[in-house]
């Protein structure tokens, strides 16, 4: 059987990919796996939540009776941030977690995620237990051994308190627009920022089961920033789908992203004597601009491979506290166990009413350079290490740069493209390099 998980869970097309009885067969292996450790008293605990698409209902459904079939006992919490769900499993001491999302991906996909006990993304050999556990799924129990399941219990205002509490400053007279995609920050993410002392205007926070993502979120940002400078606002906040992200848009409508985000939270920090280690993780995509800021203000970048996993694991192994992607899925792990974007854009607002300075001058301290990413498929992305002639090119592009500019090529993990990334002074120049470097690598690596 092909590895079904990827970087972040089982993702597809629902009803095409992910279906129903996969979503059975996976909750039910899960439940071996993930509850065979559970306190002899009583039966394993798992937290099930879903973002708002159509799709989620039958899918939680499916696992909820997957789970409950295994005699787990479930708290099927509905729809709720990703975020809410690791804290929620954390909080209640939870075995572990179901999300059913596909994050800023299109309403027609849907995925399924899990948190081990503490609200921890799960390892991969643990990933790799639950698949080979769908081959031979225990006998379910019966009579009084079965799960029960149960709703009710304010778990997104247990969630709300959560990330309230993550703030000491109070929010009052910042005039915040925030787009909840459509998704699963539609309700929470107002209403934190709404409790900390803000004027919210809300844009994007109906959803339907259908509008989750569709021309709005972090992956669409023209509506936030119109908004932003229509309505005279002093910042607006961009979700995804499941909330585990953010990006933000400053006064006069420019984008911040998480790179200039994670470097306001680090300077603030380090500055309040609270960065352990003088560090944060970040991972090799993120901009050149973040490196030299971090570096001016005397913070060392710990640099991860592409995905969160990768940056938890790194900031975990070292005691560290700030890290994220260029994406806005920022790890705050002194305050959550996973990326939390609407606790990233708390934590943001909560800086730019410590320091009373509007985040332009905020996220001014990163000088963000030009980037250029170019795919190229076709080619064999497994010998782009051992091609002299592409080594040659990319080192005569590092050369050409110098300290202005960065290259990186970077292989795909799950299709035959390498892309091809260059930072440098001016967009001109960074599409020449790797439009140049696009060539060498097509030539050389072609597949036959």
């Known amino acids: 059987m092909a590895r079904i998980f990827g970087t972040d869970g089982v993702r597809g097309l629902a009803n095409v990919d992910v279906t129903a009885p996969l979503a059975l067969q996976l909750s039910m292996a899960a439940a071996s796996i993930l509850g065979a450790d559970s306190p002899p008293e009583r039966r394993p605990v798992a937290v099930v939540g879903r973002d708002p698409r159509a799709s989620g209902e039958f899918l939680s459904a499916a696992v909820v009776a997957g789970l409950a079939a295994s005699g787990v006992d479930v708290w099927d919490v509905g729809v709720v941030p990703t975020p809410a769900v690791a804290f929620l499993v954390e909080d209640t001491g939870a075995d572990f977690g179901v999300m059913l999302s596909a994050s ?6 849907n995925g399924i995620k899990f948190f081990a006990r503490g609200g921890l993304k799960l390892a991969d050999d643990v990933e790799d237990a639950i698949e080979a556990a769908m081959l031979d799924i225990p006998a379910p129990p019966t009579g009084r051994d079965v799960g029960r399941v149960r709703s009710g219990g304010d778990p997104l205002g247990r969630y709300v308190r959560h990330v309230v509490g993550s703030v000491d400053q109070d929010l009052s007279g910042l005039r915040v627009v925030v787009d909840g ?13 709404r409790e900390l002392g803000a004027e919210v205007i809300e844009i994007h926070t109906a959803p339907d089961g259908y509008n989750i993502n ?10 936030l920033q119109e908004a932003v ?5 002093h910042v607006g906040i961009a979700h995804d789908g499941d909330a585990d992200r953010c990006l933000a848009v400053d006064a006069e409508g420019a984008v911040v992203d998480g790179d200039q985000i994670m ?4 300077i603030g920090r380090k500055e309040a004597g609270a960065l352990p280690g003088d560090t944060v993780v970040a991972t090799v995509m993120s901009n050149l601009g973040f490196h030299l800021a971090m570096r001016d203000h005397g913070i060392a970048v710990e640099q991860t491979a592409v995905g ?26 002194d305050q959550a166990t996973t990326g939390d974007g609407v606790l990233t854009a708390a934590q943001l607002l909560g800086r730019m009413a410590e320091a009373g300075r509007p985040l332009a001058q905020l996220a001014g301290v990163m000088n963000r350079l030009p980037q250029v990413l170019v795919n190229v498929p076709g080619v064999d992305r497994t010998a782009v290490d051992a091609n002299t002639t592409v080594i040659e090119a990319v080192a005569q592009a590092d050369d050409l740069l110098g300290d202005t500019g960065r290259v990186l ?7 035959p493209v390498i892309r091809v990334m260059v930072e440098a002074p001016s967009a001109e120049q960074a599409q020449e390099v790797a439009d140049r470097l696009a060539h060498v690598v097509k030539t050389e690596l072609a597949l036959s």
């Open 229 to 233: 400078v229509s309505e005279g606002a």
């Open 214 to 223: 569709h021309n709005c979120g972090s992956t669409h940002l023209g509506d």
């Open 263 to 266: 470097a306001v939270l680090a």
């Open 409 to 415: 090529l970077r292989p795909s993990g799950t299709e």
């Open 104 to 109: 800023h991906n299109p309403m027609p996909d």
């Open 181 to 193: 995609a459509n998704g699963a920050a539609s309700s929470a993410a107002p209403r934190v920022y």
């Open 308 to 333: 969160d996993r990768y940056v938890l694991e790194r900031m975990v192994d070292g005691g560290f506290t700030v890290g994220g992607e260029q994406s806005g899925h920022v790890l705050l792990l």
